[in-house]
């Protein structure tokens, strides 16, 4: 059974650039073919795709994101992390890291941690 479990500060001040870390366990980050996402929900909205990291370690982002976003890994945590940079009170949300499978299927979630952004 996979699990994803997202952590870091729950709490960030404008312009700066917190980093949430996603630890895996069950599988491994480089087990082919599978990919693993950050997506976040703001309060009463939908679901928004920021980025995705594959088995292989290439990175594919939000176009509306792609200029302050950033997805890496540490292989020996099987870990995977991202950093938004410069962030507003619109980047207050929820964000959940998932597993991409076959036919881009997000098959496993994390339970999400509130990030909220206030001066």
């Known amino acids: 059974q996979v699990q994803l479990q997202e952590s870091g500060p729950g709490l960030g001040k404008p312009s700066q650039t917190p980093s949430l870390t996603c630890t895996v366990s069950?599988?491994?980050?480089?087990?082919?073919?599978?990919?693993w996402s950050w997506i976040r929900q703001p309060p009463g909205k939908g679901l928004e795709w920021m980025g995705v990291i594959a088995y292989d370690g290439s990175t594919y982002y939000s176009p509306s994101l792609k200029s302050r976003t950033s997805i890496s890994r540490d292989t020996s945590k099987n870990q995977f992390s991202l950093q938004l940079s410069s962030v507003t009170p619109e980047d207050t949300a929820v964000y959940y890291c998932?597993?991409?499978?076959?036919?881009?299927?997000?098959?496993?979630w994390g339970q999400g941690t509130q990030v909220t952004v206030s001066s």
């Open positions: 069950g599988g491994s980050i480089t087990t082919s073919y599978y990919a």
């Open positions: 998932a597993r991409v499978s076959d036919y881009d299927t997000y098959d496993y």
